[in-house]
Each structure stands twice: as structure tokens, then as C-alpha cells.
């Protein structure tokens, strides 16, 4: 039985085009964590659980909701207030980042400087308080580290999320790689909420709106009571002074 026409149209030959073609501008959203389940909601995982929400809120339900793998990395591709974005979690391990960022910076040709914003866990600062800066240095910070290592620049933005010191007495990795207890979920949820709003904010109006608008306010170190100058004493009229006269008995 012969088979009937091919229901797609031959396609037209592709002509030489002399010209590189130019990709659409692209914006990197990068969290950093840890990849695997005994890592997820862990607070060295803050950056991924930003990238989560920011997912559910901007990639829809079609299958540019459906994570790839691309750059090292778990990527969707999502429209945030019309800006092409990409939402990377990259699966290298917190210490090997920058491989996957630098992948992508190079694939789309991007300024690191404007065209990038990560979002980490940071010890040094209170649970669920936002810090957003261009660039600087990594604080100690491994994964940042790395992105810096790999861009062979400190210039990007980034976004840190408290998740508070580590307590006393407790191992720094331990702490980070632990979960959130209730008590800090309460206060780190709806932060981990407004870092997606700041990173839309990167998206649309740039770093240094997105600094205006969220980084929490330093808290300021409470007031010194005024002094006071010392009161005068009452004099103590039972006192006997050496200058007062004795009467004789």
C-alpha cells in the first residue's frame, strides 16, 4: 500500500545569512543550592526556593513551565512584565556555581553587570532581611566565590537573604544545611516572597531601584540614655560640720 502525501510542505532551503544571528535579550535570575532532595527547604537553599516562586508566579502552566536541563543547571524560560528571563537553579553544588552562570552568561552574550542577578542565603545577616548590591565581594560565601572565579569579575548584582548566624556552639555547615525550623518559616516565607518581588524589580527598573525599594533598613543601635550631671546634694541639717561651733555642756 503506497503511502499518501506527507502532511508537513517541504521545507524551504535555509539561505546563507553572512551575519551572526543575535539572540533576544535574555536576563539570568540565578538562586544557588544545593541539587537533591535532602537539600531541598534547607537554608543554604533560600536561592532556590526564590527561583521557585518566581516560577510559579511568571512561567504559566505551558511547557515553558517544564524545567531543562541546560548549563549545568535546571532552567525555565519566563516572561516577567514582558522582559525575556531565564530562572536558573544550577545543579553543580554550591562551590562549582560558576561553571553554570558562566555557561549562560556566554551562550546569550550578556552583561553581567545588568544582565544578572543571583540570590543566596547569607549568615551575616538577620532572618528574612534583604540586602541587594551590584557587586563586591563574596563575604566568605562559596558559591559566590565561584560565579566571581568563573566571570573573572566581583561586578554582579546579588541578592542575599538573612537566615540569621549560626547559633553558638553548632557548626557552620550544619546550620545552613539544615531546615528551616517553624519558628524561623514563620519569618522567612514571606521574605523569601519579597525577594521574588525585588527580583522583578531587578528585571524591570535595574539594580539600584531594586536596592531603593527592598533592602531592609539597617537597624539602628538604640539611642545611649542622656547623661545626666549629678544632683546636687541636700545638705543634712543633722549633720555637724567641723566649722560649726559646739556648744559646751
Known amino acids: 500500500m503506497g503511502q499518501g502525501p506527507s502532511p508537513f510542505p517541504a521545507a524551504a532551503p535555509i539561505a546563507h545569512c553572512p551575519f551572526p544571528i543575535a539572540l533576544p535579550p535574555m536576563k539570568l535570575l540565578v538562586g544557588l543550592g544545593n541539587p537533591g532532595p535532602q537539600y531541598e527547604k534547607t537554608r543554604h537553599n533560600a536561592g532556590f526556593l526564590v527561583i521557585d516562586r518566581l516560577a510559579r508566579r511568571h512561567a504559566g502552566a505551558g511547557p515553558g513551565a517544564i524545567p531543562k536541563a541546560k548549563f549545568d543547571a535546571s532552567v525555565i524560560e519566563a516572561s516577567i512584565d514582558g522582559e525575556r528571563c531565564l530562572l536558573m537553579k544550577p545543579?553543580?553544588?554550591?562551590?562549582?556555581?560558576?561553571?553554570?552562570?558562566?555557561?549562560?552568561?556566554?551562550?546569550?552574550?550578556?552583561?553581567?553587570?545588568?544582565?544578572?542577578?543571583?540570590?543566596?542565603?547569607?549568615?551575616?545577616?538577620?532572618?528574612?532581611?534583604?540586602?541587594?548590591?551590584?557587586?563586591?565581594?563574596?563575604?566568605g560565601h562559596n558559591g559566590l566565590s565561584d560565579i566571581e572565579r568563573a566571570l573573572a569579575t566581583d561586578a554582579y548584582p546579588r541578592l542575599r537573604i538573612g537566615i540569621d548566624p549560626t547559633p553558638a556552639m553548632m557548626d557552620q555547615a550544619d546550620y545552613v544545611l539544615g531546615k528551616f525550623t517553624p519558628e524561623q518559616e514563620a519569618v522567612i516565607n514571606p521574605a523569601l516572597d519579597k525577594a521574588a518581588d525585588a527580583a522583578r524589580c531587578f528585571v524591570t527598573k535595574g539594580t539600584q531601584a531594586a536596592m531603593n525599594a527592598f533592602n531592609t533598613p539597617a537597624t539602628p543601635p538604640k539611642p545611649k540614655p542622656p547623661r545626666q550631671d549629678p544632683q546636687p546634694k541636700t545638705p543634712d541639717p543633722t549633720a555637724i560640720s567641723a566649722n560649726t561651733p559646739r556648744e559646751n555642756p
Open 91 to 139: 545543579t553543580t553544588y554550591m562551590n562549582r556555581s560558576g561553571q553554570s552562570v558562566a555557561q549562560a552568561v556566554g551562550f546569550y552574550k550578556v552583561n553581567p553587570q545588568t544582565d544578572v542577578l543571583v540570590i543566596v542565603d547569607d549568615v551575616a545577616l538577620p532572618l528574612g532581611h534583604l540586602r541587594i548590591r551590584p557587586g563586591g565581594s563574596a563575604g
